[in-house]
């Protein structure tokens, strides 16, 4: 019974005062303006009493829709802010990260020059006086030194070697490789 009194009267609102037209205007203020002043017939107080509410609330809802837009603008705006931020933090991140490698190329450059002229010098001199050096090494930081040197020179230096230390710098210059995958 209820249901059907409230689809008479939305019934007869929309069709005798044109409200449909007046919900569908961009302001509550215009739409209870043409309700008030309604094109054919007058209302009851009871109807003007629920328009108004209906009104009321719609006013409400767009106060509430237009706070919600705002505070979702406010949000768009800090998301926006922070995506700069993260933005421009990233960029220095990858010039820092540019700069860093670039560093330590020059100093892989350099360790590996100083290696090869360390590595040349004791292959000019004379085996003997080599062996003499080696032999007061640790025998992997030797081994390190023999495997880079000619053939001739690092076999000269292990001839000139004592048997122990020759045999310790063997063994290190034989496993060295073999953790290595292969295949």
Known sequence: MMISFLFLASAGIRLGTGA??????????????????????????????R????????????ERLVKREQQMDIRQKALSVADEEVQRRLVVLEEAEKSLRSLLAIANTAAEDDLARLTAVYESMKPKDAAALFEKMEPAFAAGFLGRMRSDAAAGVMAGL?????????????GRNADVPKG
Do not use: C, M, N
Request: proline fraction near 5%.
């Open 20 to 49: 449909g037209q007046a919900v569908a205007t961009e302001s509550p203020d215009q739409a209870l303006a043409s309700v008030q002043e309604p094109a054919t017939g007058a209302l009851s107080s009871g109807e003007r009493e």
């Open 51 to 62: 328009l108004s509410g209906l009104l009321e609330a719609f006013r409400e809802r767009e």
């Open 162 to 174: 004592t048997p122990e230390t020759a045999y310790s710098i063997s063994v290190i210059l034989a």
